[in-house]
C-alpha cells in the first residue's frame, strides 16, 4: 500500500477520535451538572419561604386579636356592670371600648387577607414541587441516555485507538512526525483530498503535473499553498 493510502486512514481515524473525544468532552461536562434544576430550587425555596413567613405574621394577628379581644371583654364588663357610677369616666370607657371594636375588627380583616395570602402561596409551593419533580425526572432521563452515550463513546474511542495504532505501525517515523506536525498546525486535518483538480484543504488550484504526482508518487505529494498531503481518490 502507498504511504499516502496510509496517512488517509489514518487521517480517517484521527478526524474520526477527534470529533468523539470533543463529543465525550461535552458529555462529560454535562455528566451530573445539575445547574438546570437550580431556578427550580430556588423557586420552591422561595415559596417555602414566603409560605413560612405569612403562618408567622398569622399567629402575631391571632395573639393580637386574643389581647384586644380580652381587654375589650373586661372594659365592656366595667361599662354594664355598674361599678362605674361617674358619667365622665363612663362616656370615656364607652371610647375605649368603641375603639377596641375598631381595632379588632382591623385586626380580623388582617387575618383574613393573611389566610387568602397563605392560600394562594400554598398553590404556589404546590405548583413548585411538581415543577421540580418533573424537571428532576427528565433530568434524571437525560442523564442516564447521557451516561448510555458516553459508555459507547469510550469504546468506539478505544476501538478507533487500536485501529490507528495498526496504519501508523505501517509507516516511518519522519512520516509520522511530519503528519502530526502539519495535523497541529492545519487544524487537525493534514491529509485531504483532490477535487476537481484542486486541494480541498486551501481550495487552491493544482497543476495537472502536480495532480499526476499525487496520483503515482511513492511519497507524499503536499500542496504548494497549504502543505497538506494530498491524495487523489
Ligand atoms: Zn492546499
Do not use: F
Request: charged content about 35%; overall charge neutral; aromatic content about 2%.
Amino acid at each position: 500500500m502507498r504511504k499516502i493510502e496510509l496517512l488517509r486512514e489514518l487521517q480517517e481515524l484521527d478526524s474520526a477520535l477527534d470529533r468523539d473525544r470533543e463529543r465525550l468532552r461535552q458529555l462529560h461536562a454535562r455528566l451530573g451538572d445539575e445547574s438546570e434544576l437550580v431556578p427550580y430550587r430556588e423557586s420552591l425555596e422561595t415559596a417555602r419561604r414566603q409560605l413560612r413567613s405569612l403562618r408567622t405574621k398569622g399567629l402575631d394577628l391571632d395573639l393580637k386579636l386574643e389581647k384586644e379581644t380580652s381587654k375589650r371583654k373586661k372594659d365592656e364588663k366595667k361599662l354594664y356592670d355598674g361599678s362605674i357610677k361617674n358619667s365622665k369616666e363612663l362616656s370615656s370607657l364607652a371610647q375605649d371600648v368603641e375603639a377596641q371594636r375598631q381595632r379588632i375588627s382591623k385586626i380580623e380583616d388582617q387575618a383574613l387577607m393573611n389566610m387568602d395570602a397563605m392560600e394562594s402561596e400554598a398553590v404556589t409551593l404546590q405548583e413548585a414541587e411538581r415543577a421540580l419533580a418533573e424537571k428532576e425526572e427528565a433530568w434524571k432521563a437525560e442523564q442516564s441516555a447521557l451516561e448510555v452515550e458516553c459508555s459507547a463513546l469510550t469504546v468506539e474511542v478505544e476501538r478507533l485507538r487500536v485501529a490507528r495504532a495498526r496504519v501508523a505501525v505501517q509507516l516511518d517515523a519522519p512520516t509520522l512526525r511530519s503528519y502530526d506536525s502539519l495535523r497541529r498546525l492545519r487544524g487537525g486535518v493534514a491529509v485531504v483530498a483532490v477535487e476537481q483538480r484542486a486541494c480541498r484543504g486551501c481550495r487552491i488550484s493544482l497543476s495537472s503535473s502536480e495532480v499526476q504526482r499525487a496520483r503515482s508518487s511513492t511519497e507524499p505529494v503536499t500542496c504548494q499553498s497549504c502543505g497538506r498531503m494530498l491524495y487523489v481518490p
